[in-house]
């Protein structure tokens, strides 16, 4: 061979070396992991004076304050994750907590509270506002609330649960690297060690391109390759939190309650003539009390001689208080502590003073701004009722999603008996004219209600009245609701021989006079029995009646057969 083939194949094997060489580095800075790292305050980015919350497995998009040596919440967050027992009046700068039998109360910024009135405190500052928010210390949040939480710093944060039951995990077989995204190339935030226990993020275990993304037992969160990682195995975290018991001041019989309409003190002396006719009635509640100022007080009918004849028939007295007073601003009055207090000490000193079992709570003008402060207020009365002995029942509209404000559930938790007034399906304002209460919307308000309230607390209101509607070509001129006995006379005198309407579980009427049409569905005993019916399968407390006077005695048969 001669001396430049020679030199050809050297310069050939050359340069095949040095692509080769080249190829080689380049694969391998393809195929190494990178192993620049991440400082972790730089990952998460936190402030000084903010925490990073971590809830159940996952970052929460608000940041937690972290001043005074303590970690607060923002008050939306505890209530609506956490525990909805927190009221903040922002009139009165106060915190409020309560319990079956305490009121927790703390002013804004202070380090004290008191419980039932005697005085506790803490290290730091039980709340605080911030740009107009309201943060409440994580300490005081855990005393009354079923959650865990554990803080870290460097950087701050707080890792929460409150949502119990199983979750996904896995531990590291191999010594390993938590990355910061789910590729070999991403920065490592941790070294890993074999055993490591990881939980995996929203209970998901592989990605696509072979890594998981978990969390740490101290709540840093990135991806691993599931190489490295053991097979995944479900583990239940529990709540060790003792829910606080609220005790039923309940009946042993079924309730029939009857609500009675006392208009002025002369008609508290027809109470025992009202009754007369009456059978099986448990309860009456008379309505006795109005809020008459946006202080929270009330004018009151109550008549000891009343409720002395109503207990001498074996009746027990639960006084009813209305919102109904157009002058009155209803929310200004649940919106404000000193109100609420002023409110619940008239009515609890006059239960008191006229030996009343109960208080039955018909507020109907709440609107949906109104709904935490009365259920707040709710709440409240239900500790000094449950203190004193006394009955606490709520009447409510029938369930439905532009009401639920109302908190049926916490109702039902919080007070003795939630009364579902299963009527005015059509009322005085109706577009169309319509059954009052048909066996349909009986059935649905029971339905709807059992989803929320225990069967045990829940009482079925009735109608013991129909309304007449009045129409002509344009529609409803006018309506009027009539007595039971007064709408069959109606029919009678009116020449009309109603029919069974098998779909509203009624019979139905129509006759024209004065060039106007007049319908009416009937309330009456075979209509009333099919409400009972259904109000017995579903077992519930019992059943309340508007009104007394209204209806014919022997509706009481019906009712009774059911009840007893």
């Avoid at 937690?64 to 525990?83: C, F, K, Q, R």
């Avoid at 609500?259 to 025992?272: C, I």
Wanted: aromatic share 12%; hydrophobic share 35%; glycine share 6%.
């Amino acid at each position: 061979m001669s001396r430049k083939a020679k030199q050809i194949i050297i310069l050939v094997v050359f340069i095949v070396t040095v692509i080769a060489t080249i190829v080689a580095i380049s694969l391998i800075k393809k195929f190494k992991p990178s192993d620049q790292v991440m400082d972790i305050n730089e990952y998460y980015q936190v402030e000084n004076n903010e925490a990073l919350v971590i809830l159940q497995n996952g970052i929460y998009d608000k940041m937690a304050l972290y001043e005074d040596g303590a970690v607060y919440l923002d008050y939306e967050t505890v209530v609506s994750l956490i525990n909805k027992r927190f009221y903040w009046d922002n009139n009165e700068n106060l915190l409020i907590y309560t319990t079956p039998t305490e009121l927790i109360k703390a002013s804004i910024g202070s380090k004290d509270y008191s419980v039932n009135k005697n005085n506790e405190s803490l290290n730091h500052p039980i709340s605080k506002t911030k740009d107009g928010m309201l943060y409440i210390a994580i300490d005081f949040v855990d005393k009354y609330s079923d959650m865990q939480y554990q803080f870290y710093e460097s950087p701050n944060r707080l890792l929460i649960q409150n949502d119990w039951g199983d979750y996904l995990f896995t531990s590291v077989k191999k010594d390993t690297q938590l990355r910061v995204l789910d590729d070999i190339k991403s920065d490592i935030l941790l070294e890993l060690k074999e055993g490591t226990k990881l939980k995996f993020v929203n209970n998901e275990v592989i990605y696509d391109n072979g890594f998981s993304k978990v969390m740490t037992d101290d709540g840093i969160i990135g991806f691993v390759r599931n190489k490295y990682l053991t097979e995944s195995f479900y583990e239940r975290i529990e709540s060790t939190f003792v829910e606080p018991e609220y005790v039923q001041t309940k009946k042993n019989t079924p309730i029939n309650l009857v609500w009675h309409q006392v208009t002025n003190q002369s008609a508290n002396n027809n109470l025992l003539s009202d009754l007369e006719g009456t059978k099986g009635v448990t309860t009456i509640s008379p309505t006795w009390y109005s809020i008459i100022s946006n202080d929270g007080s009330i004018s009151s009918l109550a008549s000891e001689a009343y409720v002395e004849r109503a207990h001498s028939q074996g009746l027990e007295v639960w006084g009813l208080v209305d919102d109904f007073n157009p002058e009155i601003d209803i929310v200004r009055v649940l919106s404000y502590t000193s109100s609420r207090e002023k409110l619940i000490n008239e009515l609890i000193s006059s239960a008191i003073k006229y030996n009343l079992d109960g208080i039955n709570i018909d507020f109907e003008r709440i609107p949906q701004s109104g709904g935490i402060h009365f259920i707040q207020f709710i709440r409240e009365l239900s500790i000094r009722c449950r203190s004193n002995g006394l009955v606490l029942s709520i009447d409510n509209y029938v369930p439905r999603e532009y009401s639920a404000y109302y908190d049926l559930e916490e109702q039902g938790i919080v007070a003795d008996y939630v009364i579902i007034m299963a009527y005015d399906e059509h009322h005085s304002t109706s577009e169309v004219s319509g059954s009052v209460a048909s066996i349909g919307f009986v059935k649905d308000a029971i339905e709807r209600t059992l989803t929320m309230v225990p069967k045990e607390k829940t009482i079925i209101g009735i109608p013991f009245y129909s309304r007449l509607w009045k129409e002509d070509h344009s529609g409803i001129v006018e309506t009027q609701a009539l007595a039971m006995t007064n709408a069959q006379k109606t029919f009678e005198v009116n020449g009309v021989e109603a029919e069974w309407d098998s779909t509203t579980g009624q019979y139905y009427g129509e006759y024209e006079k004065d060039g106007y049409i007049y319908k009416m569905w009937l309330e009456e005993e075979e209509s009333i029995d099919l409400k009972m019916q259904a109000i017995s399968k579903a077992d519930v407390a019992g059943v309340a009646a508007w009104k007394l006077g209204l209806e014919r005695s022997e509706v009481w048969n019906v009712i009774n057969k059911y009840l007893n």
